[in-house]
């Protein structure tokens, strides 16, 4: 079984930036894709973007350019730097991580872009 505990949401002014993380724990789990996706009230959730194995990375047409998606092995981590928010970026943000053999998601986190 493995666990993932967010982190880093808020309230942000339009143009501004957030850093959400996500950690996962467990044992004897092996991480493959490490991923992020949102849903807005009333919507359904999409993803945002992923970073693969070998460190490549993805990214829905709506947030590239805009947000990085980044992991650190050794913690298990992922990262994901958001800047040049923007209102409609408002929503709850989920990690995902693909562990052999299945996806976990996090918690959520909120992240609102309101002036």
């Known amino acids: 079984q493995v666990q993932l505990v967010e982190s880093g949401g808020g309230l942000v002014q339009p143009g501004g930036s957030l850093r959400l993380s996500c950690a996962a724990s467990g044992r004897d789990f092996s991480v493959n894709t490490m991923g992020w996706y949102r849903q807005a009230p009333g919507m359904q959730r999409e993803w945002v973007a992923s970073?693969?194995?070998?460190?490549?990375?993805n990214y829905a047409d709506s947030v590239r350019g805009r947000f990085t998606i980044s992991r650190d092995n050794a913690k298990n981590a992922v990262y994901l730097q958001m800047n040049k928010l923007k209102p409609e970026d408002t929503a709850v943000y989920y990690c995902n991580v693909y562990a052999i053999p299945r996806h976990y998601w996090g918690q959520g986190t909120q992240v609102t872009v309101s002036s």
């Open positions: 970073i693969f194995s070998g460190d490549t990375t």
